[in-house]
Nanobody, 129 residues
Framework: QARLTESGGRLVQAGGSLRLSCEVS???????????VAWFRQAPGQERAFVAA???????TYVDSVKGRFTNSRDNAKKMVYLQMNNRNPEDSGMYFC????????????????????WGQGTQVTVSS
C-alpha cells in the first residue's frame, strides 16, 4: 500500500519560488511509475481543490489559476513528485496534499479528490502579501 509524505511547505512572501515534494513509499521498485500523482489545496473552511496532476507518462495538467506558474514533475527512480511554485500569491495559501492513483496509460487524470486512492497528511503553505 502506497504511503505519501509531503514536505516543503512554509510561510513565504508573495512572489519568488517554493518547491513542494511528495515522497511515495510502500511501493515496490518499478511500480511507482504506474501511478499518477496529483496535488490538491485546501484552504480553511473549503474543500480540497485540484491544483495539478502528473500522469505515469509525465503528462501534466493544471488548474487554470496556476498554469504558467506551477510545474509538476516526477523522479521515478527516487519515487518522488515535485510541485515547483513560482510567482506565488496569497491565493496559493493552504494545506497542500499529494494523492496517488494506480492508472493505465490511456486513463484521464481525475480532478476530483475522490478519484485518488492514497493521500498524504499535507504540508502548509502560507503566502503573505
Amino acid at each position: 500500500q502506497a504511503r505519501l509524505t509531503e514536505s516543503g511547505g512554509r510561510l513565504v512572501q508573495a512572489g519568488g519560488s517554493l518547491r513542494l515534494s511528495c515522497e511515495v513509499s510502500g511501493v515496490p521498485g518499478g511500480t511507482f511509475s504506474r501511478y499518477a500523482v496529483a496535488w490538491f489545496r485546501q484552504a480553511p473552511g473549503q474543500e480540497r481543490a485540484f491544483v495539478a496532476a502528473i500522469h505515469r507518462n509525465s503528462g501534466t495538467t493544471y488548474v487554470d489559476s496556476v498554469k504558467g506558474r506551477f510545474t509538476n514533475s516526477r523522479d521515478n527512480a527516487k519515487k518522488m513528485v515535485y510541485l515547483q511554485m513560482n510567482n506565488r500569491n496569497p491565493e496559493d495559501s493552504g494545506m497542500y496534499f499529494c494523492a496517488a492513483l494506480l492508472v493505465i496509460l490511456t486513463a484521464p487524470l481525475p480532478r476530483e479528490f475522490h478519484g485518488y486512492t492514497y493521500w498524504g497528511q499535507g504540508t502548509q503553505v502560507t503566502v503573505s502579501s
